[in-house]
């Protein structure tokens, strides 16, 4: 079978060659089938799973039922990277290292139990897991077609972010090296602007933002442009800047600071002689303005002296919903799949322009999508 140019082979494996050497380190990686497999490499995914999806994997096995097969490339020396397939390989290996236990009744597996690490299941459930055959397909071909090949096959899944995809587009010294900073649980990013920006660092906002900040919007030029590069300094050094700049300039935290386009008010004001304490007068006052319904514009306010945020009303939970729902939770600027909590109300026909907030006038907007659309 080929696709794109790449040659496709099935192969089966046992869960016990897959466990055998498995390595789980942060700096140097993820590895299993006995140091052939690179279960981690550069284009994947951090580990998403949550406990519920890790366990799920684990009750398929012990019940004989199918997992989805697996894609593993074939290197030139003979070794493995895991095209697609990381979360479920992750989990069995790491239930199989004792990293988490499972329900499980040894003598009636659909009936209730009690919760049990590998090592202490009976042999005979420890044996049912090793023995248990995976689905492999091995793909041949060039690093470009590869990295196509996993694209296909992920694109359909909903839960492929724009940001997990570019990774894989532009990969290179320069986004293993920005990853390290924005995209770990934990990392210096999150630790330092995680007052300021919203989603999640492993589901890559925190990278997203900031490249969207830099390079005012064209992330996958300013990717292109850097893919080579040995480091990720620049990016680093100007996301420091940007939360600097706003803690400087807006000393007194307020909630409503979580999730602003700061990176894009940094680029338009950063040379500007701003008064913080003015500023913090100006904030105060117009938040304790009844009349001022989304109390996130005050910032834009303050700055750009548009009020045009200030006073529209929000969007309804319900309305919000329905939208998504006839969207398909596809963002309608840039065509991205995502859940509904990750989208924002926008007015269509602007709220200073006479436009409603009613359902006829409202589009869920990806985040990115709508702090762009609000900074225009
Ligand atoms: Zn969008």
Redesign the pocket.
């Known amino acids: 079978m080929t696709a794109r140019g790449l040659e496709i082979s099935p192969m089966q494996i046992a869960v016990r060659d897959l466990v055998e050497g498995y390595v789980n380190d942060d700096e140097d990686g993820v590895f299993g089938y006995g140091g052939r497999l690179n279960i981690r490499p550069p284009y994947q995914r951090e580990f998403i799973y949550g406990e519920k999806e890790q366990k799920a994997v684990i009750h398929s096995i012990l019940n004989g039922h199918p997992i989805n097969v697996i894609y593993w490339t074939v290197e030139d020396d003979g070794s493995h990277e895991m095209l697609d397939g990381q979360q479920r390989t992750t989990s069995i290996c790491k239930f199989h290292d004792g990293d988490f236990e499972i329900e499980v009744n040894p003598h009636n597996l659909g009936a209730k139990g009690e919760v049990l690490w590998f090592h202490q299941l009976p042999d005979d459930l420890q044996e049912k897991i090793l023995d248990y055959k995976l689905m492999i397909y091995l793909c041949r071909g060039s690093a470009s077609m590869k990295k196509a090949w996993f694209k296909t096959i992920n694109t359909p899944k909903k839960d492929l972010r724009?940001q997990e995809l570019r990774n894989t587009l532009h990969h290179g010294p320069f986004i293993t090296a920005a990853r390290k900073k924005f995209s770990k649980t934990n990392c210096a990013a999150y630790n330092l602007g995680r007052k300021y920006l919203s989603g999640s660092p492993i589901r890559q906002d925190y990278l997203e933002t900031a490249l969207d900040w830099i390079s005012g919007g064209d992330i996958d030029r300013y990717m292109k442009d850097n893919q080579k590069r040995p480091d990720a300094d620049e990016l680093w050094e100007y996301f420091q800047n940007v939360i600097e700049w706003v803690q400087t300039t807006f000393p007194a935290y307020r909630e409503e600071m979580k999730g602003l386009p700061w990176g894009l008010f940094y680029n338009q004001f950063k040379d500007s002689d701003l008064d913080p304490a003015a500023l913090e007068t100006k904030i105060s006052s117009t938040m304790m303005d009844e009349k001022v319904t989304e109390k996130a514009g005050v910032y834009r306010y303050v700055l750009t002296g548009e009020d045009d945020d200030l006073y529209k009303r929000a969007f309804s939970k319900k309305i919000k919903r329905e939208v998504y729902e006839k969207q398909k939770g596809l963002?309608?600027?840039?065509?991205?799949k995502?859940d509904l909590k990750e989208m924002q109300a926008d007015h269509i026909k602007p709220w200073s322009k006479g436009g409603d907030t009613v359902k006829s006038n409202c589009q869920m907007?990806?985040?990115?999508?709508?702090s762009r659309k609000s900074n225009k």
């Open positions: 724009p963002c309608p600027r840039c065509g991205e995502f907007l990806c985040r990115r999508c709508n």
